[in-house]
């Protein structure tokens, strides 16, 4: 093990170098030798910079968020982007709305309801082999409209692993564990794109879009507009999970008794848990109804300031649980976009992309959502945002299609990753239970993929047209 462990990290080594490489390469080649027709000199160098971040990112050459800041440090230092344009970038109302977000989600973690609720769902639901699959299903994607699915995978990981240990299932052979595992996993990710709070790849494609359009899809048309995929997902999940791996014991007592000692252990719901509730309760409800006339970031940012005032937040513990790196990747991002498309570096990919794939609307639907589906299997669903998002928006203004579409046909997409491990940190997690393989979820992960992006994009086409965002 440790000899092929010691081979992996030297492949991989191997290969991060050659990437590091060819991205310069790549970059001065087109920096300096590069002279296409119709595009101007600010342009080709935004590509170049495009260029070297998407090998960055795709090759993961460098953490996600240090090739944000590379991308932030070379657009003033070109003279592509006003070292003040690219900084005050940074102010993007949906940075400070995913701020308050993550904040937030921490108090909710910290006061112990969302366990408290997972441990009741899980016991009330779970009385059979079945039955326990599809509430771990069910309660890891409902978590997740409200927290981001990397905590939520993080929160039941020694849940699930301490039932599975309860039923002495066994890491890597049986079907039980794979399918309690998987469950964990797909339950997160599809729970993830229901709301912006699921992840960072909405409101960094939120950003994107604001700040090259000046447009924005409020918090309710996105949740309505993912609604079917997620319905439609979990039930072509279950489906797979429980055909591909099917319970092999008969009882879950063991795992039942577990949860029952577990929620004794916690007592009696606190006053504390209850008020978080219902304060998290009511910053939800205004971020649907009152997101697109107040705006989301004033409302996090006020529930943010409330909740420390009413004491439901610590900074120790916010401190630990925010992912403040993650700023970095959307200053980098966001920069891309802005300067991809003030140079005319975005129409002009553009144009050069209609001529391969024509102008009809329908197709080029299918093909970004097909392409973000197929490249969040492979890189992080934030990078996937990053690398479409400007190309696809100047393919929207040449073909007479709305932004606000194209954002959703990407963003949507780009969190359903049910094969590879790598695509999203939920699925990281669970796999490292070591219940599963990715030969596991090989088959049933494609079959969910294409089922899912069928679904999507044929609610799509005939819904959206009712949300103001048809095709």
Known sequence: MIVQSNIRSFFRSRGRLIALFAGILIFLAIYFFWKPEGLSEEGRKSIAIFALCSIYWVFDVLPLMITGLLAILLFPLLGVLSSQETFSLFGNQAVFFILGAFILSSGLIRSGLSQRIALLFLKSFGRTPVRLVIATLLICAFSSFFI????????????????????????????????????????????????????????????????????????????????????????????????????????VEPATQLLREKISERG????????????????????????????????????????????????????????????????GAISLGLAMSKTGAMEWLAGRALNLIGDHKLLIAILLSALSLFLTELISNSAVVALLMPVALGI??????????????????????????????ANAIAFSSGYYKVRDTLRAGFFVNLTTLAVFLLFAWLTWRWLGVGF
């Open 148 to 251: 981001t699915e990397h905590a939520v995978a993080a929160m039941f990981f020694p849940i699930i692993a301490e039932i599975c240990a309860s039923l002495r299932l066994e890491p890597g052979v049986s079907r039980m564990g794979k399918a309690l595992f998987i469950s964990l996993a797909w339950g997160c990710v599809i729970g993830g794109i229901a709301t912006y709070l699921g992840g960072a790849r909405g409101p960094l494609a939120l950003a994107i879009l604001s700040q090259t359009t000046g447009e924005e899809v409020s918090f309710l048309k996105y949740s309505l507009c993912a609604l079917p995929a997620v319905i439609f997902g979990l039930i072509f999940a279950g489906f797979a999970i429980l055909f591909f791996f099917s319970p092999e014991i008969d009882s």
């Open 268 to 331: 009696k719901i606190t006053r504390k848990e209850i008020s978080i509730g219902i304060f998290m309760a009511v910053v939800v409800l205004c971020w649907i109804f009152l997101g697109h006339k107040v705006g989301l970031a004033i409302i996090a940012l006020a529930g943010v300031v409330l909740a420390f005032a009413f004491g439901f937040l610590e900074w120790k513990q916010v401190e630990e649980d925010v992912n403040w790196g993650v700023f970095l990747l959307y200053g």
């Open 396 to 425: 929207s203004s040449r073909v007479g299609l709305d932004p606000k579409t194209i954002m959703l046909l990407i963003t949507i997409p780009s969190g359903l990753a049910f094969i590879l491990p790598i695509g999203t940190p």
